[in-house]
């Protein structure tokens, strides 16, 4: 079984991003990349299913300029066998990502996709769903549990109310939450043979696909900050303050 | 302009979102639709005619229905998008779930999330955990639009709307239901409480949010947890509030034993008034806290319990 693993390479998970001073986007100079976390969960899940002996390989994809090798070199070293780097230095949204990624699925036949549930920086949670939707393939979002067994996937998803499985027939498209596993670390032999392992580059514009959008960002501002209040002595006066000044509680 | 707005729902009552996602579409403009999506989801539909500012309900009501999966629903909103200039869901774990499908079959972009309507085509999003705030325009000719119910008031239930059958049956063969687990409680649910005590990793374990309890119980209170108490393993998932999980914005917010994280900062820093509980007076739960208490959660949580 072949797994097509999509990653992104975002903000740091501890970094907190600024606004640029002239509102036209955030500034992401000098800021510290990597992968983002859900799509190294996802990377973790392929590698748990190869190590079952449920998949035979794994490719990982990476959209997006030179850059994206380093987080792409990651995906290796953790245990990918191969990359893709479909490289573009254009500012691309959820659609246009996922119809760069049915172009790798059209030619992969992936029996599995894994991506992560949502990007840390756009934090739009589409690009799975619009790539199951766009290959017709079916989907298991917000995964808590991937099971695969006589082609058919069942999932367990993360839902409001608390859990849902649903079983999906392959390929399928499978989404990750932040329970599915706990990633491992690279090991130094794995980062030093992840050098030597292929990635295909080839550049967006061949892919035949429209990488224009129809969403244009007006501009980007950061949040009204919220003061601080004060500190109370103990309950008696929390209670009191609750009640008399916010009044938030009768 | 016109405008189909999904029923939050769970096939017996309708949620109190749908009514926000309706305060939402009428800052739009335009005729609003709601769509119930369901099985044996009657009630919610006559639910949904009442809402003020409605002025037509459909009703999809099938077995292929009856847990809204992805794909059905999906193409069955893709069916009926055609008449619409925008379709609105919720932000819940439903619309996130099958409005990116919707949005992909029509060729169109997905606006994630968003906190305020400033015209029929241009929102405001919050990215990066909310440490920045975003206003974009789509020129799309429908737009598919997810809202964050918690930032927009519910309108009110005045209405009486024409209720309408639609009789579009979608299954796909690809995937079926095998089983829900849901979680029981009598409290109220974290997107409709007005109060909320959340517990984060200083509670240490599981058993120690029972000290939540009482609290929440005399404040009629639903309970959340940060991101770093589901990860130790010390409550189900479905309570996270934060980046990755539920955003709330009640009345009361009480946070114990959570240092407060930027991501988790960005599911409750819209609440009205916040309380944080911790031992760690730098604590950074404190910079957004209108009330802090320094001081050992274990000595002041009975205390709170009984000074209520």
Wanted: aromatic share 4%; proline share 3%; net charge negative.
């Amino acid at each position: 079984m072949k797994i097509l693993v999509p990653i992104k390479r975002a903000i740091d998970y501890n970094v907190k991003v600024r606004v640029k001073s002239d509102n036209s986007d955030v500034d992401l100079n000098n800021v510290k990349m990597a992968i983002n976390p859900f799509c190294e969960i996802a990377v973790e899940e392929a590698i748990r299913l190869k190590e079952k002996g449920i998949a035979t390989e794994i490719i990982v994809v990476s959209i997006g300029p030179k850059a994206v090798q380093e987080q792409i070199r990651t995906g290796l070293a953790l245990g990918a066998d191969r990359a893709v780097h479909i490289e573009t230095d254009a500012a691309l949204d959820s659609l246009q990502i996922a119809k760069l990624l049915k172009t790798v699925v059209d030619k992969e036949l992936p029996d599995l996709v894994i991506l992560g549930k949502q990007a840390i920086d756009s934090d739009n949670n589409q690009t799975g769903q619009m790539l199951a939707a766009l290959t017709g393939m079916p989907q298991g979002t917000f995964a808590s549990e991937v099971l695969v067994a006589d082609g058919k996937v069942n999932v367990t998803r993360e839902i409001d109310g608390g859990l849902q499985t649903v079983s999906l027939t392959l390929p399928a498209v499978v989404t990750t939450d932040l329970r599915l596993n706990e990633p491992r670390y690279a090991s130094l032999p794995n980062i030093m043979k992840a050098k030597r392992k292929p990635i295909d580059v080839i550049s967006a514009a061949d892919l035949g696909v429209n990488l224009s959008s129809n969403i244009k960002l007006l501009k980007v501002m950061a949040p009204e900050q919220r003061k601080g209040g004060v500190k109370v002595a103990d309950v008696a006066e929390l209670v009191a303050k609750l009640k008399n000044e916010a009044k938030v509680i009768s | 302009m016109s405008i189909l707005v999904y029923a939050e729902h769970d096939n017996e009552s309708l949620k109190t979102e749908t009514n926000k996602l309706v305060h939402a579409a009428s800052a739009a403009g335009g005729d609003i639709t709601v769509l119930v999506v369901g099985k044996n989801c009657g009630l919610v539909a006559q639910a949904a005619a009442k809402i003020t500012g409605v002025s037509k309900v459909l009703v999809a009501d099938n077995v292929a229905y009856a847990h809204q999966l992805a794909e059905n629903v999906a193409d069955l909103v893709v069916e009926l998008a055609a008449s619409y200039t925008h379709v609105f869901a919720a932000a819940t774990t439903t619309g996130k779930n099958f409005m990116p499908r919707v949005a992909a079959l029509l060729d169109v972009a997905q606006i994630s999330d968003i906190i305020k309507v400033e015209s029929a085509d241009t929102f405001v999003r919050p990215i990066y955990a909310g440490n920045a705030i975003a206003t974009v325009q789509s020129s799309d000719s429908v737009k598919i639009v997810t809202v964050r119910a918690a930032s927009f008031d519910a309108a009110a239930n005045d209405g009486s709307a024409s209720v309408e059958n639609v009789d579009i049956v979608k299954v796909s063969e690809k995937s079926s239901f095998v089983s829900a687990e849901l979680t029981v409680s009598e409290r109220p649910e974290l997107s409709a409480a007005d109060v909320i005590i959340s517990g984060g990793r200083g509670m240490q374990n599981g058993e120690n949010f029972s000290l939540l309890h009482g609290i929440a119980d005399k404040l009629g209170a639903a309970i959340g947890a940060s991101r770093a108490a589901v990860d130790a393993g010390f409550v189900s998932n479905d309570m996270q509030v934060g980046q990755t999980g539920k955003i709330v914005a009640p009345n009361l917010y009480i946070a114990v034993g959570l240092s407060g994280a930027i991501q988790h900062l960005a599911g409750m820093k819209d609440s009205k008034v916040i309380v944080a509980i911790n031992k760690d007076e730098e604590a950074p739960i404190f910079q957004v806290a209108d009330y802090g208490l320094v001081g050992d959660l274990f000595d002041l949580l009975p205390q709170l319990e009984a000074a209520l």
